[in-house]
């Protein structure tokens, strides 16, 4: 039978969410979901491509498309996603899913057509070797889990403890942006709009959840994390300046992980790190290795990859200058800048 590629609609969704639970290559950022999210968020528009055989989904491929003046114009799968591209069945449903895509980014006439791959997809198109993710298993026993952790780092979790702090599950997602925002303003970096946290919560439910760390009743720290499967990926942090006293931030993660293991998760997933900065050092810190991601481009406008990241030089006058502005400020023009950072 031939394949057929189709475009998503939303009435499609629960068929496309049960090909991604039913696949062994999926991650949480291929669900359905994500059209909803980038479409009401951000106003992007999404492009969620997939392939039948028979009336079976055999492959699918979440695109979005991401314009500015400043930061160009690029085909992704998936932005604000650390992972993405094409999960098939076989290798002519990816084959044609490619050339789907590759077609849409012609039509589209964007920059690039972004990939962001687990793993090498064997194309030969240019590739980014900055980013690596780092995914440990997680034991049965917090016994085990926290001897796993190196001593330096266990040291930090205890001394959380001793300082009093307390973790609980937040039903909502404001106090926990409070915390984004501010940590965000510090790194020189805008701030993405509080209706994505609130249309994340929305329609991931509680299978995206908030932690929040707190000492005396005061909020020191959070984090909203993605639940898929049997894995865990904290993805948005945040915290205040007593963060760092407290040792709150080794403490937090430790938190999740017990809470993650009480319910039976199998996997923690610790998200995407630049190699040389100081959250790659932290996760190694925390005992996981680093592992390459495979980031490929089809170059249609651009004759190179973009380097839109805060690792590139020409960005540090801006990120400097951020640093110092005031909250209020850095929230309201953040957003502004943040919805096509992705």
């Not at 994390?225 to 760092?244: E, H, I, N, R, T």
Request: proline share 4%.
């Amino acid at each position: 039978m031939n394949i057929n590629i189709f475009v998503l609609k939303n009435l499609d969704s629960l068929k496309w969410d049960a090909y991604v639970d039913s696949s062994n290559q999926s991650t949480f950022f291929h669900r359905a979901g994500w059209k909803e999210v980038l479409e009401k968020a951000f106003g992007h528009k999404a492009h969620f491509l997939y392939a039948e055989r028979n009336g079976q989904i055999t492959g699918i491929l979440p695109l979005a498309q991401v314009k500015s003046l400043l930061f160009g114009n690029n085909l992704v799968s998936l932005p604000f996603c650390v992972y993405g591209g094409i999960v098939a069945d076989d290798e002519e449903t990816a084959d044609l899913l490619r050339k789907a895509a590759c077609e849409l980014a012609t039509e589209l006439g964007v920059d690039t057509l972004e990939l962001r791959n687990t793993e090498a997809s064997g194309q030969e198109w240019p590739v980014k070797s900055l980013y690596y993710t780092f995914r440990r298993d997680i034991s049965e026993d917090n016994d085990v889990n926290m001897s796993a952790i190196p001593r330096k780092r266990r040291a930090m979790i205890r001394g959380g403890i001793k300082a009093g702090l307390q973790s609980e599950v937040d039903d909502g997602w404001k106090r926990l942006y409070n915390a984004y925002a501010e940590s965000v303003r510090n790194l020189g970096t805008p701030v993405f709009p509080a209706k994505f946290f609130k249309v994340l919560r929305e329609v991931f439910k509680e299978d995206c959840r908030v932690l929040m760390i707190t000492h005396e009743e005061q909020d020191v720290a959070g984090v909203m994390s993605f639940y898929f499967k049997d894995q865990v990926l904290p993805y948005y942090a945040g915290s205040y300046d007593s963060a760092k006293t407290h040792k709150a931030h080794d403490f937090m993660y430790w938190e999740l992980m017990r809470h993650s293991c009480d319910e039976g998760i199998k996997l923690f997933d610790f998200g995407r790190s630049k190699e040389g900065t100081g959250p790659f050092s932290f996760k190694k810190g925390w005992g996981f290795e680093p592992k390459a991601l495979h980031y490929e481009y089809f170059l249609v406008k651009a004759d190179k990859i973009p380097e839109i990241n805060p690792s590139n030089p020409k960005y540090k006058i801006f990120i400097d200058v951020w640093k110092k502005l005031p909250l209020p400020i850095a929230n309201r023009l953040g957003p502004l800048l943040s919805r096509n950072l992705g």
